[in-house]
């Protein structure tokens, strides 16, 4: 099992999980998350491949892709409040249903954080929906703690 980045032939098999996580999203929040839908087609995942500021990895084994991770690293400079600080975000981290239990999130991870601290971050950030509790505790088992919190409160709706 080897991490590195992703490369346009893998781009068909990184769609097929972005489908598995848009169903974990739908299912935990339906009226949010459209079901049978990915966030990047073919051509946005092939623009993605060209940008370093936005690096994909994946977990490859036996030539299948396992998993996938959508990084993006953003820099605070001078702000009037926050001191200057480089974060990789994790915009997604996802292992095939079938993989899971296999320590291959674990190696995504691991990859990730080494690269985050090979370009000078400071930190690395994600977001987790609230009742995805595997993940959750993937990260907590990963080190991570909570950051900052969103809250929110659902309103009615008036009828269709």
Same mark, same amino acid.
């Given at each position: 099992?080897?991490?590195?980045?992703?490369?346009?032939?893998?781009?068909?098999?990184?769609?097929?999980?972005?489908?598995?996580?848009?169903?974990?999203?739908?299912?935990?929040?339906?009226?949010?998350?459209?079901?049978?839908?990915?966030?990047?087609?073919?051509?946005?995942?092939?623009?993605?491949?060209?940008?370093?500021?936005?690096?994909?990895?994946? *977990? /490859? &084994?036996?030539?299948?892709?396992?998993? +996938?991770?959508?990084?993006?690293?953003? #820099?605070?400079?001078? %702000?009037?409040? =926050?001191?200057?600080?480089?974060?990789?975000?994790?915009?997604?981290? *996802? /292992? &095939?249903?079938?993989?899971?239990?296999? +320590?291959?999130?674990?190696?995504?991870? #691991?990859?990730?954080? %080494?690269?985050? =601290?090979?370009?000078?971050?400071?930190?690395?950030?994600?977001?987790?929906?609230?009742?995805?509790?595997?993940?959750?505790?993937?990260?907590?088992?990963?080190?991570?703690?909570?950051?900052?919190?969103?809250?929110?409160?659902?309103?009615?709706?008036?009828?269709?």
């Amino acid at each position: 099992m080897i991490v590195r980045k992703a490369v346009k032939s893998d781009i068909s098999r990184i769609i097929e999980l972005l489908h598995q996580v848009d169903m974990v999203h739908h299912d935990l929040r339906p009226e949010l998350f459209k079901p049978y839908t990915t966030k990047y087609d073919e051509q946005e995942l092939e623009a993605l491949l060209n940008d370093e500021s936005k690096p994909i990895f994946v *977990c /490859v &084994d036996d030539g299948m892709v396992l998993g +996938h991770a959508f990084c993006m690293t953003t #820099e605070v400079r001078s %702000d009037k409040l =926050l001191q200057d600080i480089k974060t990789l975000y994790i915009d997604d981290i *996802c /292992v &095939d249903e079938q993989f899971r239990g296999r +320590h291959v999130g674990k190696a995504l991870y #691991e990859h990730v954080r %080494d690269y985050a =601290l090979s370009i000078g971050c400071n930190n690395m950030t994600l977001n987790v929906w609230e009742g995805n509790l595997p993940a959750e505790s993937f990260y907590r088992n990963m080190g991570m703690k909570v950051q900052k919190t969103t809250m929110e409160i659902r309103l009615p709706q008036p009828e269709k």
